[in-house]
């Protein structure tokens, strides 16, 4: 009888296994997130083994500074620093509307192994004053050039991130977008970046690769 | 007048070498020809061009200005950089007179393919065009100042007509004209337009463009600097009235794109590239 009723028990237990399946969840009214950009559907959840843990590159605690230094919370005035549910709330309200763009500032390399969905690559060293085709650029994000005048009226609004709190890459691409005349407003940090991104588990996208 | 018979004679000159070298080289020119009128796809396209293809029709794409003295064929990143406007332009204006600088590229295989920042940003750009769904910006050869230049020199028209034909225009917002090329008085620099045209133009048939003489004269001063190993040769340049920031780098380097090595030199007292004034004193790196 009590032998049954364990086997009851167990069977019981695992069957209603699934039904914990969505216990990580973005936070307690948010399993995951849904948004559709450019026509293509991108989900943003959580890995649900709550057991996972990083392993690789990612759990490195000290790397040598300089280069890979703590970056301040704000990187420049009016330029503001988001956290990961206002990247989520970014791609919804600015991207998936067409007004604004997730930016990846690392080196192709890095970005080709994971990036944030919804995210497009935008190394930082190509918006150094040097590089020569950094006017390009700054017009394929909006802004006009009239003679030796640029008008940034109509930039979309940028949210630009790195590997995390210790790189330096997306505070510089910012340095350099405002340097050139790009306004604070149109343009956010997220600080987290990708540590903070995949040490939450969050969903993470190789782009050509699937 | 002088640069327009210079240019006729190029012209003359390369229509006559095309009719005596009829098999292959008649072909290659007529083949760049037809690509640089008809380059329509962007800077997305050109990323994925092969290396020393005719990517020069390409407003971005178009390298510097390549002299055959290996010496001062040193790539400097920050001249490239800036000098595209004025080499785009001056290709611009060679294509609408139907000289295709195309063939340049042709016998040069190090077009940007060793380039990673080239590569680098073309790949962002094509990313961020095919995400935002911008097409990529039609090729320049159809700028205002280009046509303007193109048509004058084709009528066989002074320089001193051109110089107030395009301040004209550049009054009236009609054309876009490179900081570089704007002289100390703010007026647009007609000169170094038309000696860059007959530099490349030269090029373009194979020729090698003389390299400058040794600077000299009005506003010019060398100092040496005795350095506890070496001596140090410090350059510096009055700017004098009818100066512009592409002249001085004509006048130093050969080179019009070389403007970027004297306005990074002189950043703390030029706020950009087309605010020179009289009586400035330039430093002019050694390079």
Redesign the interface.
């Known amino acids: 009888m009590l032998r049954r009723f364990g086997l009851v028990c167990l069977f019981v237990s695992i069957a209603t296994l699934p039904a914990h399946a969505e216990s990580v969840r973005i936070t307690q009214d948010i399993e995951a997130r849904t948004i559709t950009l450019?026509g293509a559907q991108i989900v943003i959840d959580r890995i649900q083994d709550s057991e996972n843990r990083l392993e690789g590159d990612f759990t490195r605690t000290s790397r040598p500074c300089p280069p890979f230094c703590i970056t301040p919370m704000t990187v420049a005035p009016g330029v503001v620093t988001l956290g990961e549910l206002e990247v989520m709330d970014f791609l919804e309200a600015r991207v998936a509307a067409?007004d604004g763009?997730l930016l990846d500032s690392r080196?192709?390399e890095f970005f080709a192994k994971g990036t944030i969905p919804g995210a497009?690559?935008?190394?930082f060293?190509?918006l150094d004053p040097?590089?020569?085709?950094?006017d390009?650029?700054l017009?394929?994000?909006g802004a006009t050039l009239?003679?030796?005048q640029w008008d940034f009226s109509q930039v979309?609004q940028l949210a630009i991130f790195c590997n995390g709190p210790w790189c330096d890459q997306a505070p510089l691409a910012i340095r350099h977008l405002l340097q050139a005349g790009y306004p604070a407003e149109k343009l956010s940090y997220y600080r987290g970046g990708m540590q903070v991104w995949l040490q939450l588990g969050l969903s993470t996208h190789v782009p050509n690769g699937g | 007048m002088f640069r327009a018979l210079a240019i006729a004679s190029l012209f003359t000159g390369i229509t006559v070498a095309l009719v005596l070298l009829q098999p292959d080289g008649g072909a290659r020119f007529d083949a760049d020809g037809v690509s640089v009128t008809r380059a329509s796809d962007g800077?997305a396209g050109a990323a994925y061009l092969p290396a020393g293809g005719n990517v020069l029709a390409n407003p971005?794409a178009a390298p510097e200005n390549r002299p055959q003295d290996p010496q001062r064929r040193t790539p400097e990143?920050?001249a490239?950089?800036?000098?595209?406007d004025l080499q785009t332009m001056t290709r611009g204006v060679l294509a609408e007179l139907g000289v295709a600088p195309g063939s340049l590229a042709a016998n040069d295989g190090t077009d940007g393919a060793d380039d990673p920042?080239?590569a680098?940003?073309?790949?962002?750009?094509t990313?961020?065009?095919n995400?935002?769904?911008?097409p990529a910006?039609a090729p320049a050869q159809g700028d205002p100042l280009q046509k303007l230049i193109a048509k004058a020199l084709m009528a066989g028209q002074s320089d001193a007509y051109i110089d107030a034909l395009l301040n004209e225009a550049a009054g009236r917002?009609e054309i876009?004209?490179p900081?570089a090329l704007v002289t100390a008085e703010g007026r647009v620099d007609t000169h170094v337009i038309l000696s860059s045209i007959v530099a490349q133009a030269t090029l373009a048939v194979g020729q090698e463009v003389p390299a400058p003489s040794v600077p000299g004269g009005d506003g010019v001063e060398v100092r040496m600097v005795q350095r506890a190993d070496k001596t140090v040769e410090h350059m510096f340049y009055t700017v004098n009235s009818g100066d512009s920031l592409g002249a001085i780098a004509v006048k130093f380097y050969g080179d019009i794109s070389r403007y970027t090595t004297i306005y990074e030199a002189n950043r703390g007292l030029l706020s950009?590239?087309?605010r020179l004034r009289v009586g400035q004193r330039l430093v002019i790196p050694t390079i």
């Open positions: 450019n067409g763009l080196l192709p497009i690559n935008l190394p060293a190509t040097a590089n020569p085709y950094r390009e650029i017009k394929a994000l009239t003679g030796s979309r | 800077l971005i990143r920050a490239t950089a800036a000098g595209t920042l080239r680098m940003s073309l790949d962002a750009l990313g961020l065009r995400f935002t769904g911008q910006p917002g876009a004209v900081r950009s590239p087309d």
